[in-house]
């Protein structure tokens, strides 16, 4: 068992670009365990100290520089980080003169342009897709199904709301999701108020194994979680996407954005 190390992010905003960043290179080190802590807007000298006086008495009995994920728009407060006894990883530094010599443009260094509303139309449709999502999960609500860009289909607890709701907040997508039961299945026949949306309609799947483990904590000893009505209920979702040539994604073992990035390739979706 490796020793746990401890990761530290440091930025001037809300941390959302350094921890995705960090998280996804420390996912190429999965037999490593990482406890990570965050300091969100720190913009001056002062709270860079602040933040490196915590970050120093947390790993004073680690082995070797302290990991520090940074994002720091102004040169100078990033400038008194990296002088730190601690070893910084920072995409301002590594890439923005770079890229401003490409452009012949000097950079703003004002923290924060990545998640201010650049483009307000852009941000209401965001909104009007979360909440069109919100108002069309599970089935909640067949009323206007046709405003839906896209309708994910399933069994219960197949990820049909996480992923509906992430394609909405990432991507503006106007998702509904349905859930397939088995009295909707009977006869393999898909709902008749979908086939008119057959073009927007994309299925999810998963192992028996894997829907029985995630229904077991939700209902232990239940019919709904016994593995042989999962095999059941499973087959008869996917007989339906085959018979109505419904395109499905497999969710085992697939985070909610490998989830998202498949449909919306499947789906020929632009990016918004």
Same mark, same amino acid.
């Given at each position: ?12 905003? @809300?941390?959302? @670009?350094? $921890? &995705? ?15 990570? !802590?965050? *300091?969100? =807007?720190?913009?001056? #000298? ?10 120093? $008495?947390?790993?004073?009995? %680690? ?7 940074? &994002? ?19 995409? *301002? ?22 998640? #201010? ?10 909104? %009007?897709?979360?909440?069109? !999502? ?11 199904? $046709? ?9 219960? #607890? ?12 990432? =991507? ?12 909707? +299945? ?19 799947? @998963? ?36 018979? $109505? ?5 497999? &969710? ?9 990035? @498949?449909?919306?390739?499947? +789906? ?5």
């Amino acid at each position: 068992m490796s020793k746990l190390r401890l990761v530290f992010v440091v930025s001037n905003s @809300t941390a959302i @670009t350094s $921890e &995705t960043l960090g998280h996804s290179l420390m996912a190429q080190f999965p037999n490593q365990d990482f406890k990570w !802590t965050t *300091f969100p =807007y720190v913009d001056s #000298r002062e709270k860079v100290d602040n933040a490196l006086e915590q970050i120093m $008495e947390m790993s004073a009995d %680690e082995e070797g520089q302290p990991i520090v994920f940074s &994002t720091l728009a102004d040169p100078g407060v990033r400038a008194h980080l990296i002088k730190a006894d601690v070893l910084v990883f920072d995409p *301002f530094e590594a890439f923005i003169n770079p890229i401003s010599d490409a452009l012949g443009v000097k950079p703003s260094s004002k923290p924060g342009l990545s998640h #201010r509303i650049s483009n307000q139309r852009a941000y209401e449709s965001r909104i %009007e897709a979360v909440n069109y !999502t919100l108002i069309h999960d599970d089935g909640a609500a067949i009323r206007h199904i $046709e405003q839906a860009e896209l309708i994910i289909l399933g069994v219960s #607890r197949t990820a049909k709301t996480p992923t509906s709701i992430y394609l909405a907040m990432h =991507y503006s997508i106007r998702c509904a999701n349905y859930p397939l039961t088995p009295d909707d +299945m009977e006869g393999e026949l898909l709902p008749r108020f979908l086939k008119p949306h057959r073009d927007k309609l994309v299925g999810l799947t @998963t192992s028996a194994r894997r829907l029985s483990q995630i229904r077991q904590e939700r209902r232990p000893d239940s019919k709904y979680a016994n593995l042989q009505q999962c095999k059941f209920e499973l087959q008869m979702a996917e007989n339906i996407y085959i018979q $109505e040539r419904i395109p499905f994604v497999d &969710t085992e073992s697939r985070s909610i954005e490998e989830i998202s990035a @498949t449909i919306i390739q499947k +789906m020929q979706i632009e990016r918004k």
